[in-house]
Nanobody, 126 residues
Framework: QDQLEESGGGLVQAGGSLRLSCVAS????????MGWFRQSPGKEREFVAA??????????ADSVKGRFTISKMNARNRNTVYLQMNSLKPEDTAVYYC?????????????????WGQGTQVTVSS
């Protein structure tokens, strides 16, 4: 069964840190990009970060550059992608979704992404 399962969300004060994890199983891992999007109430879903299957290519939204770091660990039959979030701001509050697709362009745009997780809530208090 194709699956992306997120964990690690929660409540944190501004300036704090959280690490999100997403375990992918049952997906065609070869050449698969994985990444994160987020959506706040009343706003459109937005791209946060993405990483190539090898980990050699990463992309970040301008709003998180220098604060968030995406990484991944590849293992037989399952891959895990992490999003280390530092210096969190109240505007980072959102539901964070793990995503995966074979095309980098789709991962950055969010259009036509093949696989989505259920989401995990991140709340940053001021």
């Amino acid at each position: 069964q194709d699956q992306l399962e997120e964990s690690g969300g929660g409540l944190v004060q501004a300036g704090g840190s959280l690490r999100l994890s997403c375990v992918a199983s049952g997906l065609p891992f070869s050449s698969l990009y994985m990444g994160w999007f987020r959506q706040s109430p009343g706003k459109e879903r937005e791209f946060v970060a993405a990483i190539s299957w090898s980990g050699g290519t990463t992309d970040y939204a301008d709003s998180v550059k220098g604060r968030f770091t995406i990484s991944k660990m590849n293992a037989r039959n399952r891959n895990t992608v992490y999003l280390q979030m530092n210096s969190l701001k109240p505007e980072d509050t959102a539901v964070y979704y793990c995503a995966a697709d074979s095309k980098r362009a789709r991962m950055v745009s969010g259009e036509g992404v093949a696989y989505w997780g259920q989401g995990t809530q991140v709340t940053v208090s001021s």
